[in-house]
Nanobody
Framework: QVQLVESGGGLVQAGGSLRLSCATS????????MGWYRQAPGKQRELVATLTNGGSTNYADSVKGRFTISRDNAKNTVYLQMNSLKPEDTAVYYCNFQGRAWHNIQLLPPRDYWGQGTQVTVSS
């Protein structure tokens, strides 16, 4: 059973910083892209940042210059450093990876895996 567990969310004032972490566990065979998505109340889930195992990054325009994604490939862990936070960054943040994992003796096809989410609230 593959698990992704986010941590580091919380309440912060506008202009403050938070660092999210996402630890993975389970019988993971390979990971390609790791990333962070968020969903605000009444809105669809949106991409925040992704990072491939080759080092390519992709950021939402709204977070460029403020957020930085990084990963520890040895630990299959991904981080999101969030600076200069704004009230509009308030959302549940979800960790994601695209990769393959084992189920019993079967190697599953590539698919998305998701964490349960961590709440980030930015007060004005």
């Amino acid at each position: 059973q593959v698990q992704l567990v986010e941590s580091g969310g919380g309440l912060v004032q506008a202009g403050g910083s938070l660092r999210l972490s996402c630890a993975t566990s389970g019988r993971i065979f390979s990971i390609n892209t790791m990333g962070w998505y968020r969903q605000a109340p009444g809105k669809q889930r949106e991409l925040v940042a992704t990072l491939t195992n080759g080092g390519s990054t992709n950021y939402a325009d709204s977070v460029k210059g403020r957020f930085t994604i990084s990963r520890d490939n040895a630990k299959n862990t991904v981080y999101l450093q969030m600076n200069s936070l704004k009230p509009e960054d308030t959302a549940v943040y979800y960790c994601n990876f695209q990769g393959r994992a084992w189920h019993n003796i079967q190697l599953l096809p590539p698919r998305d895996y998701w964490g349960q989410g961590t709440q980030v609230t930015v007060s004005s």
